[in-house]
């Protein structure tokens, strides 16, 4: 049963555009979400957080948005570069009875392609 | 500052055999966590260590499968009588203090293939 999706396998979009990457989660008992980023042979990278008492967060270029009702988050990322091109992961937790949410549940990932 | 160090990037085994897989955490780290992606697929928890205690191994087949993080030294996933279904990448991950929510920084990962 998989918690946490990701259903475009791969997005392909322009230089200079904004990219946009789903996730659906089906435990509503996550409450904190994160993006990874993984480049081939490389481990994920830590990209954004988001806390469920949010429902946006940005940093520079990348923002997640977090839709608790539809269980729903995206990643965007504006504008988009070549190096930007890679696998991201969403990413959720659940707070555990010792008040830690250190167990991970990734969705499969979806591959970004940015074109010159 | 050196980031989560995993060895060897690569091993290969034949079925039946052992393996062994090393992950140093970030300096001044005290919490691992190992994940497995098997191919098409997103990472999976399996264990999560501090020094010489297993907090959670909720993740672990219950068989041939342990992890370790010895006082002293890295923290060691082994695999015993490998089969060609443990073919998969293993990552290591580790944040400072385990707090309630906590960044994870992930090694680059060991890729075990059985023949």
């Known amino acids: 049963d998989q918690q946490v999706k990701q259903n475009s396998p791969s997005l392909s979009v322009q230089e200079g555009r904004i990219s946009i990457l789903n996730c659906d989660y089906t435990?509503?008992?996550?409450?904190?979400f994160l993006w990874y980023k993984k480049y081939p042979a490389e481990g994920p990278t830590f990209l954004i957080s988001?806390?469920?008492?949010?429902d946006k967060n940005e940093d520079g270029r990348f923002t997640v948005f977090l839709n608790k009702s539809a269980k729903h988050l995206s990643l965007h990322i504006v504008p988009s570069q070549p190096g930007d091109s890679a696998v991201y992961f969403c990413?959720?937790?659940?707070?555990?009875?010792?008040?830690?949410?250190?167990?991970?549940?990734f969705g499969k990932g979806t591959l970004l392609t940015v074109n010159p | 500052n050196a980031g989560v160090m995993q060895n060897p990037r690569h091993l290969v085994r034949r079925r039946g055999q052992e393996a062994r897989l090393r992950c140093s955490p970030m300096?001044?780290?005290?919490?691992v966590y190992w994940y497995r992606q098997l191919p098409e697929e997103g990472l999976k928890f399996m264990v999560y260590?501090?020094?010489?205690?297993?907090?959670?191994e909720s993740g672990m087949p219950k068989e041939r499968f342990s992890a370790e993080f010895p006082k002293e030294g890295p923290s060691i996933l082994r695999i015993q009588q490998v089969v060609r279904g443990d073919s998969a990448a293993y990552f290591c991950?580790?944040?400072?203090?385990?707090?309630?929510?906590?960044?994870?920084?992930f090694g680059p990962g060991t890729r075990l293939l059985v023949l």
């Open positions: 991950a580790s944040s400072p203090f385990g707090r309630q929510i906590e960044t994870q920084y």
């Open positions: 435990n509503s008992m996550f409450d904190y």
């Open positions: 988001i806390s469920s008492i949010k």
């Open positions: 990413a959720a937790s659940e707070r555990n009875s010792g008040g830690s949410n250190y167990k991970l549940t």
């Open positions: 300096k001044g780290h005290s919490h």
């Open positions: 260590l501090q020094k010489e205690n297993i907090i959670d």
